[in-house]
């Protein structure tokens, strides 16, 4: 393969997740939740109880930027932390009243971001881009 074409699809997969991050924003801003905060309020959702650790690894993140990003959902209201039952140094996540309000808003705008991705190709082309994408997925 050229070095051309590998420069190639870099770009594309690089402009494909802007597209996605710029549709997600003009879409929730009175939320003003960044793409991540969403996906990171519905990973708490799906996982009540859930510690920090657990969603740093869900998303291949540093402690640290997940520590902050949590902060914030929680100073805004979407997120609680609870000291854990079994153990007083870790703090389990819960997602409030709040969050699940925006839950449905957010699925909806990722679910349209999905429908946007494909929606000029047909099943066998999804499933053969599917193989590829995982064939260039970077492994720890």
Request: hydrophobic share 35%.
């Amino acid at each position: 393969m050229s070095e051309n074409m590998a420069k190639e699809i870099n770009k594309l997969l690089r402009e494909t997740l802007i597209d996605e991050q710029r549709y997600f924003t003009e879409h929730v801003k009175q939320t003003n939740l960044t793409s991540q905060q969403a996906r990171t309020i519905g990973y708490i959702d799906k996982h009540p109880g859930a510690i920090q650790r657990d969603v740093a690894d869900a998303f291949k993140r540093r402690g640290a930027s997940i520590s902050n990003m949590l902060k914030n959902l929680e100073r805004d209201g979407y997120i609680e932390r609870k000291r854990s039952p079994t153990n007083d140094r870790t703090k389990v996540l819960y997602i409030t009243e709040k969050g699940k309000q925006v839950i449905t808003e957010v699925d909806d705008i990722f679910k349209a971001i999905e429908e946007k991705l494909v929606e000029n190709m047909d099943d066998l082309e999804v499933s053969k881009l599917l193989t590829l994408l995982k064939k260039i997925k970077f492994t720890d």
